[in-house]
């Protein structure tokens, strides 16, 4: 099955550790010498429609990411805060 990237942006992605939405993919981290995506950038959002709070990115690695579905995307994260990868 093939996806585009602008159809990934509108699915939910769901932890599948506790069910917790955690939100919409806003980019991705791609190699750009191999192709391969390194990780899945959302955007949290948090207050009154996210408009009173500032928002920050929550990285989740390719390696948690269990199913991209038609319109979900599940993945297994342990811990939201785990430590992001050097660049």
């Given at each position: 099955?093939?996806?585009?990237?602008?159809?990934?942006?509108?699915?939910?992605?769901?932890?599948?550790?506790?069910?917790?939405?955690?939100?919409?993919?806003?980019?991705?981290?791609?190699?750009?010498?191999?192709?391969?995506?390194?990780?899945?950038?959302?955007?949290?959002?948090?207050g009154f429609f996210g408009l009173f709070r500032?928002?920050?990115?929550?990285?989740?690695?390719?390696?948690?990411?269990?199913?991209?579905?038609?319109?979900v995307i599940l993945v297994e994260m342990a811990?939201?805060?785990?430590?992001?990868?050097?660049?």
């Open positions: 099955m093939l996806v585009k990237t602008s159809e990934l942006w509108l699915l939910d992605v769901i932890n599948t550790i506790d069910g917790q939405r955690l939100g919409n993919i806003t980019d991705l981290d791609i190699d750009l010498a191999t192709g391969r995506i390194n990780a899945l950038i959302l955007t949290e959002s948090s500032r928002s920050h990115d929550l990285e989740i690695p390719w390696e948690r990411v269990i199913l991209i579905g038609i319109d811990s939201l805060r785990e430590p992001k990868r050097g660049r």
